[in-house]
Structures are given as C-alpha cells and as structure tokens.
C-alpha cells in the first residue's frame, strides 16, 4: 500500500506528516515501512539519517521516475513525500497512490493550489486534509475547516501546532504528534480497505 502525502503549496507540513505517519505505522506493527523521499529538498531523508527509525527504510526518488518506480517497489507500506509546486511528480504519484493525504494550514493558506492538488486526484482514490500547525479554538482553524466541508473533502486530522520538525533533525517526536498522526493512519487505511 502506498500513502502520497502532497499538496503543491509549501510550507503545509508534507514532510512533517510523512515522518509521523512513517513512525505511527511502524508503532502499529506495520514492517516493513518504506518512506520515499520525492523532494529534492530531501527534507524527510535529512530527518530520518540523522534520526533513524527502526522499521523505516529511506529511499530518495526526486524525479517522477524515479518517484513512481520507487512506489512500484514498495514492499509493505510506503509513503510517499512529495515537493510542493512539482504538478509532474505530483500527478506522477497520486496516480499510482492508493491512498492521498493532503497537509494544509489554518490561516493565510493559498486554498487554489490546495484546490489544484485535489483536483490531481483520481475520483477513485480515497483522500483525506490534515490540519497541521493548527492552533487550536481559533477564527482561522474554524473558518479552514468549514472552508473544507464547503469541497466536500472530509479532514482526516488537526494537528497541533507544536507538533513538528521545523527545526530540523534535532526536534523530537511528540506522543501528541504520534497520537494525532496515528489516528490520519487509521482514517488512511479506513479509506484504502
């Protein structure tokens, strides 16, 4: 099974969710875990070399080919962290994905370019939003959520706004990051069987 997590706007929280969702998988007894870095930035594969993951396999594919043959090969599950802006490598993957997660953020958030990854999608294949970095009880979680449910696109999680590696390889891994990335794993694989 392979889990695309793109969106062709920066900045949402891709990598962020492709490493928790790598880990909550492994927690969940998943083996072998395959997370294909598809960004050149190879944000998720720095991650993960300096932090490694016992159960998680990194395979760097920054090209669309290189990107869907390493999906082609996934024994397991993978996911797949795809950059923002690339529509080629974006489309490249959602196609062959079984399952698509979409990261976004609450507030001062280009809705068209979330609106043109959706549209990337196959009708067939389920997809699901996280709301990553949200904070919590506010005017602009709200009115992103309810923008949401107005496309008809369900929200798989809200993710707190602590939670995440912004910093680098030297942030840890929260228990409230796994929890809520273990649940968008749970609606992923609800969404795929």
Known sequence: ????????????????????????AVERGYDPVTLV???PQASSAEWLEARP??????????????????MGRVDGLGIIDTPPGNERITQATVV????VVVPT????????????????????IPRGVVICA??????DL????????GQKVEIWGVIPERVGIATGPEARLSREGLKGYDAVLRRALRGWH
């Open 1 to 24: 099974m392979n889990i695309v997590v793109t969106s062709l706007k920066g900045g949402v929280g891709k990598s962020t969710t492709s490493i928790y969702l790598a880990v909550a």
């Open 37 to 39: 870095d598809a960004d």
């Open 53 to 70: 993951l016992a159960g998680v396999t990194v395979v760097e594919a920054p090209s669309e080919r290189t990107a869907t043959r390493a």
């Open 96 to 99: 062959a994905a079984d399952v």
């Open 105 to 124: 953020r609450a507030g001062g958030v280009e809705y068209s370019r979330l609106l043109a990854t959706i549209e990337l999608i196959p009708a067939r």
């Open 134 to 139: 949200a904070r919590l009880g506010t005017n």
């Open 142 to 149: 709200e009115a992103a959520i309810d923008w949401w449910k």
